[in-house]
């Protein structure tokens, strides 16, 4: 059966601290959603305009993948400074297996003033 997740909203950072990543893992048999090797995740936040902010590239730097094969997936979001404006964001994760791109995760995050500023 397909992974259903909801909007999952990651905790509140003030702008320009670094954020605390994550780690997504999937051991998977039966579904197909993840029989092809993962070569690629991205992460990106978009602004209330719905414009990209920031974006981490597994292909340039800020994502780790650790195990790509075929229904055992292994990522890691590493820990980033977040360079974004107070406010609240979207994010989403998208991930390439094969030729597919798909948004695998996604939610909201909210940006608070920096109280160093």
């Given at each position: 059966?397909?992974?259903?997740?909801?909007?999952?909203t990651l905790e509140?950072?003030?702008?320009?601290?670094?954020?605390?990543?994550?780690?997504?893992?999937?051991?998977?048999?039966?579904?197909?959603?993840?029989?092809?090797?993962?070569?690629?995740?991205?992460?990106?936040?978009?602004?209330?305009?719905?414009?990209?902010?920031?974006?981490?590239?597994?292909?340039?730097?800020?994502?780790?993948?650790?195990?790509?094969?075929?229904?055992?997936?292994?990522?890691?979001?590493?820990?980033?400074?977040?360079?974004?404006?107070?406010?609240?964001?979207?994010?989403?994760?998208?991930?390439?297996?094969?030729?597919?791109?798909?948004?695998?995760?996604?939610?909201?995050?909210?940006?608070?003033?920096?109280?160093?500023?």
């Amino acid at each position: 059966m397909a992974c259903q997740l909801k909007t999952i909203t990651l905790e509140p950072v003030a702008s320009g601290e670094t954020w605390g990543g994550l780690t997504f893992m999937i051991d998977s048999s039966d579904d197909t959603a993840y029989a092809a090797a993962l070569t690629r995740v991205r992460m990106s936040w978009r602004n209330s305009a719905g414009t990209v902010a920031q974006t981490l590239d597994s292909n340039v730097s800020g994502i780790t993948i650790e195990v790509a094969t075929a229904y055992a997936w292994s990522f890691t979001v590493e820990p980033s400074a977040l360079a974004l404006p107070a406010g609240f964001y979207t994010w989403a994760i998208e991930t390439t297996a094969g030729v597919v791109d798909k948004d695998l995760l996604s939610g909201t995050q909210q940006i608070t003033t920096d109280p160093h500023a």
